[in-house]
């Protein structure tokens, strides 16, 4: 599992240079970010190899990126790094959602102007947490790394 989850990492840290054009709030996160191997799983007992093993990788992307587009370098990641270590995996879709991308039509002009004559602050459209996710659970059985 390991060796099919570390080149993630790279790709990880690539996403979190990305930033969105979008406005933000302060406090709120403006680039791309990615978690890898938040649940995981495998193995029946301390000290022995599993037959399978499982990770999940949570991907939160900024409006103007193709989640399709990103979806694809993932599973090519994760299918060229199980080739290396003959390991067999499957990769399990479990939720795919474009980001937030708030509308700048002028009736979405209107309701800024309404708000900030109401409330005297501008409410800037936001990148909403939570949205645009993608988690993939990947499942695969582990190579022999004993020879």
Known sequence: MIHVAAPLEEYARQMSTRHTAQPV?????SGTMMVIGGPSGGGSNFNVVPARTWFTVDGRFNPEEDIHAELGRITDIIDGAAARVS???SIEVSQLAPSANPATDDRA???RDFSERTRSRDPLPAKMP?????TAMVK?????FSS
């Open 130 to 134: 939570g949205e645009g996710m993608t």
């Open 25 to 29: 709030g302060d406090g709120e996160a």
């Open 109 to 111: 002009a209107q309701l």
């Open 140 to 144: 695969g059985t582990s190579p022999d």
């Open 87 to 89: 390991a067999d995996v």
